[in-house]
């Protein structure tokens, strides 16, 4: 069940299969020809960067996992950020991160559901929700949050995983990840106007991302003998990675990027 306090728990005590897994950047790779996952992931951070043009000084990161991103655009675009995660473990590796790349003073992090997160006015340039709403049980008030905290001309950039919940395969991938509810392109569209934003962009990456879970796949193969060790809920996660690819192969599920302004 994608309880905030299941899912909490899942990425506290997950963290390190993350990072062994996957690194740092614990989102999808947007990959090219030669990509290897690391450059793949840094690649699909620039890709939504170039959808937005100019990125603008404040920086709410929501669902900010490991820091990657909120470290990329302090680097990259002289960004401040305030990244926020549901998981205390995930936001004490964030800061170590941040402080190691030397912008622990551009970057803050903090442990807070986003879901009843205290959203100030007109204090953001951009919000940045990196795979982080399909784990919200009120998606609609989120995007009503997030309206709110942009400043005017103020961009939202939301990537997730898409699909219909008619679907037997996007309900399983729901269920196995802790979603309590998985929406398609046109669900999240209404509700970002509805908050007053205008989608600029919306793109199906998927063709492109798929390669992030057949990767996942051939490292947990490689490392099926000491997985059965692993405690349940990493066996559990494991066995979601065919799950996820399956409903990814039949295109049922999306992986979408969106793009929106501010009015």
């Known amino acids: 069940m994608g309880t905030a306090a299941a899912i909490r728990e899942h990425y506290d005590s997950l963290a390190f299969i993350y990072r062994t897994f996957w690194g740092d950047h614990i989102h999808h790779g947007l990959f090219l020809d030669g990509d290897g996952p690391a450059r793949a ?22 669902g900010c996992g490991h820091g990657g991103t909120a470290i990329y655009l302090a680097e990259q675009c002289g960004c401040r950020v305030l990244g926020i995660t549901i998981s205390e473990k995930q936001a004490q590796i964030a800061r170590e991160n941040a402080a190691r790349a030397g912008v622990g003073e551009q970057v803050s992090i903090v ?11 007109e204090q953001f340039d951009l919000v940045w929700t990196m795979e982080s709403s399909e784990h ?59 908050a007053g934003l205008r989608v600029r962009v919306a793109e199906d990456l998927s063709p492109r991302v798929l390669r992030t879970w057949e990767i996942c796949q051939r490292r947990a193969k490689a490392a099926a003998v000491a997985v059965k060790l692993l405690p349940a809920v990493v ?29």
């Open 136 to 194: 919200f049980a009120d998606k609609r008030s989120y995007f009503q949050n997030a309206g709110r905290t942009l400043r005017a001309g103020g961009q939202l950039l939301l990537s997730a995983w898409t699909g219909s919940m008619t679907s037997p395969r996007v309900r399983e991938v729901a269920t196995r990840f802790l979603c309590p509810e998985l929406w398609t392109r046109e669900q999240y569209e209404s509700v970002i106007a509805a």
């Open 41 to 62: 992931q840094v690649r699909l951070i620039e890709h939504c960067v170039g959808l937005l043009g100019a990125v603008g000084r404040d920086v709410l990161d929501v």
């Open 111 to 121: 442990a807070a559901d986003a879901e009843t997160f205290a959203y100030p006015a």
């Open 235 to 263: 066996r559990e996660f494991v066995t979601g990675i065919e799950v996820i690819l399956e409903a990814y192969r039949s295109g049922e599920l999306t992986y979408t990027v969106i793009a929106a302004e501010k009015l």
